[in-house]
């Protein structure tokens, strides 16, 4: 093989690569994965290195992942082989070149252009790898893919921005809205007591809409949402599904995130009834700290708030800010049997 075609294959090959690596992250993206998880997995999988983290149950647990993970598997070993072909011809071509005495033999035009064309698409590939550039080129595949998955199904696209314990906070576009929020407003969809999920904010064209009780969804809003992907799931997809069951809890207590803190979440409740656990039991017995790492910050009764002791005990229509991991106050308050 004459070694300027071999060193043009190359080029090509890796151009290809690197191409493909930034595929396999939207791909990834698009299924709800984590922006910063996806680069380390996508390396790991493409490279066959074998390296496992916690992260990796992310896509082990999801079965669209564990397709795309296959495939790109499948396609780093393609890649491995090629590359290491074209790279065992290079070195023989050179050594016959050294060793030999005989003139070098001439390099046809179409080797040239071959080689030139190679290069220029390595060029490419590299001046994509620049951050701004990088990041308006994947938002372009995202485009692409979001627009063709709209079209062959009309679907919503969630992706997770970043978690939070079990918690996320996700994008999603809302390419059809489901039923449960149909010329509905927030405070009519009631989120936060069917799905434990808060809208933080929702972006409409280029504007970012202030979120109040009183908005309502329209087609090709982007939402940011907090909660479990599982319940964000079956808010905008799975509802979406007539023929499949929706996950949807009716409780009792209203639910709202002020905020949160790595791990953990201040949240506001609105006890419409107490949990059966606390009823009647005042907070020295109730051993919330222990059992569930949560902290009662303030109690709002009435028109008044209180100071929390040992001795105080929660009663219906209490207001209480509390602090803990997300999962366990919603288990606590809307979880409890009556």
Known sequence: MNIWFAVALILAVVSVYLFTIEAFCVAFKLTGLATNKIKFQVAS?????????NESELIVDDERRRKIAIVCMYTGHVFSVVFMGLLTNVLISIATITNSNSPVPETKLWYYIVFYVSLGLFLFVLFLKIPPINRRFQSLLEKIAINTSSKKKNTNIITVLDLYGKNAIAEVVLNNIPEFAQEKTLYEMALTKKYFINVLSIKRGKRILEVTKDTMFNKRDVLVIYGSTRD???????????????????KTNDINLLNTYGTNVLMEIDTEEVPKELEGIPMKDAHLSDRYSITIVVIKRKDNYLFVD????????DKITC?????NIKHLFNNSEK
């Open 45 to 53: 999988l493409f490279t066959g290195s074998g390296f496992t983290t």
């Open 232 to 250: 964000i799931k079956a808010a905008f997809i799975d509802s979406l599904d007539k023929n499949k069951k929706t996950v949807v809890v009716n």
């Open 310 to 317: 040992k001795d105080t005990i929660l009663q219906n229509g």
């Open 323 to 327: 602090f803990g991991p997300y999962q």
